[in-house]
Nanobody, 122 residues
Framework: QLQASGGGLVQAGGSLRLSCAASGHNSDNFIMAWFRQAPGNQRDFVASIRWNEGSTFYADPVRGRFTISGDNAKNTVYLQMDSLKPEDTAVYYC?????????????????WGQGTQVTVSS
């Protein structure tokens, strides 16, 4: 089970941090990812982390502005979003995929959080 939080309204250039707590998972061999979906658009990959050794992956539009990290003790993944732009406005979802191979397609993830709204005003 995944529980996402931390969305909100922020001005362009500002920052937000999203959190996603995972429960009921007994292995460290998995990928935690963030996706986002703007109205009328498909759900797109944002960032992911290979939990057991910390490798991270980013979509080009967010690379250098967003940082994904994990806290093993809390079973929580974070998405630090800096230098936010209006085009970052979307509902953000966390997702989990078993195994060590990173996937960029939403169809490869079976476990999803409920989504949290991020709105960036210009």
């Amino acid at each position: 089970q995944l529980q996402a939080s931390g969305g909100g309204l922020v001005q362009a250039g500002g920052s937000l941090r999203l959190s996603c707590a995972a429960s009921g998972h007994n292995s460290d061999n998995f990928i935690m990812a963030w996706f986002r979906q703007a109205p009328g658009n498909q759900r797109d990959f944002v960032a992911s982390i290979r939990w057991n050794e910390g490798s991270t992956f980013y979509a080009d539009p967010v690379r250098g502005r967003f940082t994904i990290s994990g806290d093993n003790a809390k079973n929580t993944v974070y998405l630090q979003m800096d230098s936010l732009k209006p085009e970052d406005t979307a509902v953000y979802y966390c997702a989990l995929r078993n195994g060590a191979v990173n996937h960029y397609s939403r169809y490869s993830y079976r476990n999803w959080g409920q989504g949290t709204q991020v709105t960036v005003s210009s």
